[in-house]
């Protein structure tokens, strides 16, 4: 098998027998990353340095015997969306806003990744402020997908999905507020994780929703996420809204389902924007949990269908106040030669914004400003506490609800031009981080229209995350772990 194609307890295995090094494994990935990236475009930036002094620090403990010692990522290649900081790299959030700004620091969930021996490999692609559900709206061009390069990986964290769906990388970072992390594992046949909101911090992650906002791993098994997950919880004291989450990802995927009881929404099975290939991939997996011991009950969250409107209040408002740093003063693009400070903080913006992002900001701005506050912010935030509600309720009837992660498969590059529509593919997720739960995705086949990856959504109550995690195990004991895309299999590359 290809060093690409492994995963951590391949990687573990091999590294522990002396079957290759560390420094093999990194530069493998970096050889991977230079022949495959090209056709997928998942990486603005490589470090190769970095790679290199990690793999050897995990190579010299090899050496000395005390490799047991750690982390349960040791010399695992893992690369992380660049709106996560990391020392002495660009962190562009792919905006030309930010297309000189190197880190000064390291955000901790970068921080806690290197520190459980992961072998860092470079910064991904995103959409614009991870404003997005496609990656079509990076200032450095869209990321493909590796089952198709004529289709988008999803977004907003898509070069965090494409680079582990094209074995350039074992695990990767994304971030979701409203499903960045699990529509695009859902289009590139991966496993991604969003965890309860306060089990991963968000220091040193450029904010879009602070309220929204999390952290977590993609990989192309459930076990490996569940790694990275033991690696990246825990309370971090510069992250006032981190919780002390305990490491236990791991233990709880050798548990079965037996007993557990699978919640099923009757309007989320009948939305009818979801696509016949979609429903029919979820319905079978429900019927798979059933036949490994789950009961499958009915249930309802009646206040679901204002999750759309109320995130696109919500969403913008937060991402309007968090942009307002980026003023060509304290950061940011600066665009000199104007006479006054307001003219230079005007040019600047209009100029280092792209499209999606000044929308973003204008209604975030405007759904603030007086008189229109109470008429959407406030009611939205009303919403928000009876989604929240409308989940603590349906958790007394389930211990785990499975719903579509999104409508369809990966569309082709341009098929959606309008943004309202564009809104919609997150129809499944977006309630998920209202309401602060867990969701992931995880891999169950392949659409029989499009035959591309489909994705089904496993939601837990909140800190209940472990629970999601048994259920992903006993679908992916159905459904096989996630393989590389096809066209990247076994180191391969496509011309
Ligand atoms: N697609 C959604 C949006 O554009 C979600 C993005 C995200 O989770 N970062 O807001």
Known sequence: ?????????????????????????????????????????????????????????????????????????????????????????HTTCSSRMLENYVSPYTATCVQRIIDAGGVPLGKLNMDEFAFGSTTESS????????????????????????????????????????????????????????????????????????SLDQVGPFARSVEDAAAAMDALCGHDPLDCTSQDVKAGFRAACQQDVAGMRVGVVRSFMDAKGLSSEVSE????????????????????????????????????????????????????????????????????????????????????????SAGVYEQYYYPAQQVRTLITQDYRNAYEQCDVILAPTAPATAFKFGEIADPATMYLSDVFTISINIAGNGGMSVPCGLGAQSGMPVGVQLIAPQFKDENMFRAAMALEAAYGKAPVAPNFADGKVIE
Not at 55 to 80: N, S
Not at 182 to 209: D, E, H, L, M, N
Not at 283 to 306: F, N, Y
């Open 1 to 89: 098998m290809a060093i690409s194609d492994m995963g951590i307890a391949q990687i573990r295995e091999g590294l522990a027998s002396k079957q290759f090094t560390a420094c093999e494994v990194a530069q493998a990935s970096l050889d991977r990353i230079a022949q495959a990236d090209s056709q997928v475009h998942a990486f603005l930036e490589v470090t190769s340095e970095a790679a290199m002094a990690a793999a050897q620090r995990v190579d010299q403990a090899i050496a000395d015997g005390t490799f047991d010692t750690l982390g349960p990522l040791a010399g695992v290649p893992v690369a992380f969306k660049d709106n996560m900081n990391m020392t002495g790299t």
């Open 139 to 210: 200032a450095f061009g869209p990321t493909r997908n590796p089952w198709d390069l004529g289709r988008v990986p999803g977004g907003s964290s898509g070069g965090s999905a494409a680079a582990v769906a094209a074995g350039m990388a074992c695990v990767t970072l994304g971030s979701d507020t409203g499903g960045s992390i699990r529509q695009p594992a859902s289009f590139c046949g991966i496993v991604g994780v969003k965890p309860t909101y306060g089990t991963v911090s968000r220091y040193g992650v450029v904010a879009f929703g602070s």
């Open 281 to 368: 991939r979820v319905s079978e997996a429900a019927a798979k949990l059933e036949a490994a011991g789950a009961t499958i009950v009915e249930v309802d969250l009646p206040h679901i269908d204002a999750a759309i409107s109320a995130y696109y209040v919500l969403g913008p408002c937060e991402a309007f106040s968090n942009l307002a740093r980026f003023d060509s003063v304290r950061y940011g693009y600066c665009e000199e030669g104007h006479k006054d400070l307001g003219g230079q903080y005007e040019a600047s913006r209009a100029h280092g914004f792209g499209e999606e992002a000044k929308r973003r900001i204008m209604l975030g701005s405007y759904l603030l």
